[in-house]
């Protein structure tokens, strides 16, 4: 092939000579779509409609169907992290299991489960605007039959970043424009040329259900029932591929186009859309600039809970920056891409074999040793990377596997896969795979996959969002602040309840308990007396006139319990300095109050209505006559729900300075052995963030006690607000001194609501995006 000048400057020479190159060529944005046929409980086909609760198919830009009304398509927006976009692939598969009716499930392998006769697969209904898309459905199972578009799997679309072309032209010096396509097309030839090794390394298909048919093929095909020596059925020469071969022109984006639009011409397709090779490029809507190339390999892999491992998707980068920097021996001609196809069906059929395999052109392949070299030249692209060390490592562990199973010191999964189908049957083992699946995502339900170190009350509202079809950026990870869009509508929203629908100085005031206080004593609501402090000396002096008496020490404008005290005998001068010392190392200024009797209760209100009520019970562990408080906390702590830094609906118990001065009130310490079934508190004020369990007890608590808390949110002029009351009976109408607002505040946990310890879940993150008005 005759070399183009692109080619000279983008080879591993030249990587090496170029840190900027190696930066830039180890980034990338990166997407993921993957289908799965719903399924019912006995493993066959569920007919049903697309879920409700899933939204508009026609529009919903992360979740649709694909050729089947049966036939769920999830698709995660460009991400410039891998993980990232996994972790996103995978909050769909678990917003869409939650969205089945309980006796669905979403099918773990490409192969469908039990089919119904080809006239009742139902084709995907769009009406409207969008009915086009049924029609082009329709057109597609007269061409290929319903069957054969019931097989699934999944897509890695991949870009390179700006930066790098940006780097690469300024030692190259061609057009940018012309630069930009020539490298899509080396990486496009090239991942044709060699693409036979993902289907070796990734094909999980290696056997289907007597009741696909796959015409014009016999249906007691080699692959019916199983065979011993499958890998991808998906991507064999019976598999999900156009009827024609289809060779195209890949010497420049001008000629592949052209050829693409004179197969639609000819009538050998029907639009571009219907190009099914395994690699494709793809455009920006609109323009034939190129946006992005789509490699369409992947089976959904039944070995993984939601079809797609994160090992996989680091061996497929991995391919794609060996393709990308791989020398050119010879043009992709005709002769070649045929080549390359029969390359493919033999990955798919034949697995490993020392003996060399005929192919046509009177060349020979021994796909065991081609795959080990191609294997050691990604290690050589991933060595002159330098990727961080982690990463690095990450790579590494999956190319390895890669080697073992070329070299044989691993059994390839099909293989394994195809020996549980021989023992379970084909619909029992997969069926028990499904159901495995949901219960995993079932115990996981609050997590957004990816984004775990982000506040759970902000990982609810963005897996809300994309059920919603909500598009969402995040501007800054540490604040948990975000862009939320739909339409025209866009919001920017912090830690999930701060948003415009409050004015700073509402904010303001509910910062400042002091302000707070005097807001409300003026519209007659009870809140407690007190004292307000800026230095220990003043505060410290105050308790000659509280001995004896309960009071509260707590900082003035802090949230999260953090630096709180409550003490109720109030006896002891020096644990008095000392928590008027912890609330000062939280803030400038203290507030030291009455003590309010009663239990604690969080009311979070939206426009005025009470939309969740919490009983925030402290901190406590229940005795069993043999193991010390520390160890009963301990084991509280195992709770998976139990975490840290409010990414779990409940937070870890601690053991520390506060929790020591409370059971030392109660002459106890971390060492003491509690009774059977005695209730030990570790803290007095009850916040969740400080290990508290949350209640939910919206319907127990007496209207009154809302419409006071309506009030208070009312003359305060705030939106979204916690609300903090101490309620001495919730049975009971509401009377002058029977409650106190103790704190009122402006960036609420609705986590707490949505996860209570016990009680009903208040889908906070649904009132909240309603009240945005992105709906």
């Not at 020979?364 to 991933?382: D, F, P, R, Y």
């Not at 409940?650 to 009130?665: N, R």
Request: charged fraction near 25%; glycine fraction near 6%; aromatic fraction near 8%.
């Amino acid at each position: 092939m005759e070399s183009d000048t692109y080619l000279n400057c983008l080879n591993l020479e030249h990587l090496k000579k170029s840190a900027g190159l190696r930066h830039w060529a180890a980034q990338g944005m990166f997407g993921l779509e993957k289908e799965h046929v719903r399924c019912t409980l006995e493993g066959k086909l569920a007919v049903t409609p697309h879920p409700e609760k899933l939204g508009n198919k026609a529009v919903h830009p992360f979740i649709t169907t694909d050729f089947s009304e049966s036939q769920v398509e999830m698709i995660t927006p460009p991400l410039d992290d891998l993980e990232q976009a996994y972790g996103f692939i995978k909050t769909l598969h678990q917003i869409v299991l939650k969205a089945l009716p309980e006796n669905e499930l979403l099918w773990l392998q490409s192969m469908p489960p039990v089919l119904p006769g080809e006239e009742d697969i139902p084709v995907a209904r769009f009406e409207g605007p969008f009915s086009a898309k049924t029609l082009y459905r329709e057109h597609l199972s007269e061409i290929y039959g319903r069957n054969r578009l019931m097989i699934s799997g999944a897509h890695f679309n991949f870009s390179l970043k700006e930066e790098f072309f940006e780097e690469l032209h300024s030692t190259c010096g061609l057009d940018k424009t012309e630069l930009r396509n020539q490298v899509y097309m080396k990486l496009l030839r090239n991942l044709m040329r060699y693409r036979w090794l993902l289907v070796m390394a990734l094909g999980r298909s290696p056997c289907s259900h007597p009741s696909l048919t796959l015409k014009p093929f016999d249906p007691e095909s080699l692959f019916q029932g199983g065979c011993d020596h499958g890998i991808s059925i998906r991507s064999s020469s019976v598999g999900y591929q156009n009827l024609y071969p289809l060779h195209m022109e890949y010497s420049t984006l001008g000629a592949y186009l052209d050829t693409l639009d004179r197969y639609i011409a000819e009538g050998k397709l029907l639009n571009r859309s219907e190009l099914y090779l395994p690699v494709r490029l793809k455009l920006e809507p609109g323009t034939d600039d190129i946006s992005h190339l789509e490699i369409r390999l992947l089976d959904l892999d039944p070995d993984d809970s939601i079809g797609i491992s994160m090992d996989s998707l680091r061996l497929v980068h991995l391919y794609c920056m060996f393709a990308l920097f791989e020398p050119e021996l010879d043009a992709l001609g005709q002769n070649q891409q045929t080549l390359a196809d029969e390359m493919q069906n033999l990955a798919a059929t034949y697995r490993f074999t020392e003996n060399y395999e005929e192919l046509s052109l009177g060349k020979s392949i021994n796909l065991q040793a081609e795959g080990l070299l191609i294997a050691a030249k990604m290690e050589t692209v991933l060595k002159e990377l330098q990727l961080n060390s982690q990463t690095h490592a990450e790579y590494k562990k999956s190319l390895h596997w890669l080697q073992d199973v070329f070299q044989g010191n691993i059994e390839h999964p099909s293989i394994s896969l195809n020996r549980a189908v021989q023992k379970n049957g084909f619909i029992q083992e997969y069926l028990g795979r499904a159901q495995a699946s949901r219960e995993v995502f079932h115990q996981q339900d609050f997590r957004f996959f990816g984004l775990e170190d982000m506040e759970l009350s902000t990982q609810l509202l963005l897996k809300e969002a994309v059920r919603r079809g909500v598009h969402f950026e995040i501007l800054d990870r540490r604040e948990n602040f975000v862009r939320l869009s739909k339409g025209d509508t866009v919001e920017y929203v912090v830690q999930a309840t701060r948003t415009s629908l409050d004015n700073y100085s509402s904010i303001l005031m509910m910062e400042n308990k002091v302000v707070t206080k005097k807001v409300l004593q003026r519209a007659n609501i009870r809140v407690p007396r007190g004292y307000h402090f800026d230095n220990e000396v003043s505060a410290c002096r105050v308790w000659a006139s509280l001995q004896g008496k309960p009071v509260v020490i707590k900082p003035k404008s802090t949230n999260f319990g953090l630096g709180i005290t409550i003490l109720k005998d109030n006896k002891d001068e020096a644990v008095f300095a000392k928590a008027v010392r912890l609330a000062f190392a939280e803030d400038e200024e203290i507030l030291i109050e009455e003590f309010i009797e009663g239990k604690e209760y969080r009311f979070f209100l939206i426009d005025g209505t009470v939309r969740g009520i919490l009983h925030r019970v402290p901190a406590n562990v229940i005795g069993d006559g043999v193991h010390t408080i520390r160890e009963l906390v301990a084991e509280k702590n195992r709770d998976p729900l139990r975490g840290q830094g409010y990414r779990t609906p409940l937070e870890k118990i601690k053991l520390g300075e506060q929790e020591a001065m409370f059971l030392a009130e109660q002459q106890m310490n971390f060492d003491t052995v509690p009774k059977q079934d005695e209730k030990i508190f570790l803290r007095e004020n009850s916040n969740i963030s400080t290990g508290g369990d949350s209640i939910d007890c919206t319907e127990d608590v007496h209207p009154s006690y809302g419409e006071i808390a309506a009030k208070a949110a009312e003359v305060m002029r705030v939106q979204i607000t916690g609300l903090d009351m101490m309620i001495e009976d919730i049975a009971t109408p509401a009377t002058a001194t029977s409650y106190a607002i103790i704190e009122m505040n402006f960036n609420p946990a609705i986590h707490i609501h949505c996860y209570p310890y016990q009680g009903q879940n208040r889908h906070l993150e649904q009132a909240l995006l309603d009240q945005l008005g992105l709906v």
